[in-house]
Every structure is written in structure tokens, then in C-alpha cells.
């Protein structure tokens, strides 16, 4: 059953939105108790820190030109997206099992 809201509006867009939504919920619970992570179990430092989240800032955006030049090029959107949840999914159960 659709709604009037959701009329013209392509069943793949909104389950995309909505899988869009909780990855972006589940890394936002994450993001904050990294840094803690780090310091209580790992030991790191600010300094550390700091340079782990700038390399991860800079990796994000160098991986979005480059998928985003692919994806322009080879017409294969769907893959990209898929490939990307995948990845972020992955990590975030290597996140949850890290003890070391």
C-alpha cells in the first residue's frame, strides 16, 4: 500500500532512503565512542586520534571522487551503491568485534 506522498516516487528510492537512513543512524551512534574506544582500550592519544579521523576524512572524500567518476563513466550506479552499504556495513561488525 503507497501513500499519496509517495506517488511518481520509485519503490527503489524509497527503500534506498530508507537503508540510507539507517547507515547513516548506525554510524552516527558509532562515531562518538571511537575516540573513547581509543584512548580506554588502545591507549592513543589525541594526537592519534586526530590523525586517524583526518586520514579517514581525507580517504572519504578522495573514494567519492573516484566512485563517483566510475559510477559517471560505467553507468552502473546500483553496483556503487551496493558496494558502499556493503562496505559500510562490514566495517561496522569489525568495529564491533575489535577487542585490539
Known sequence: ?????????????????????????SSEMIFPLLPVFLTTFLGAGTAIIGLIEG?????????????GYWSDKLSKR???VLLGYGLSSISKLGIAFAST
Open 1 to 25: 500500500m503507497r501513500f499519496e506522498l509517495f506517488n511518481g516516487i520509485k519503490n527503489n528510492v524509497i527503500v534506498l532512503g530508507i537503508v540510507s537512513f539507517f547507515t547513516d543512524v
Open 78 to 80: 546500483k553496483e556503487f
Open 55 to 67: 586520514v579517514a576524512d581525507s580517504a572519504s572524500s578522495i573514494f567519492d571522487i573516484f566512485s
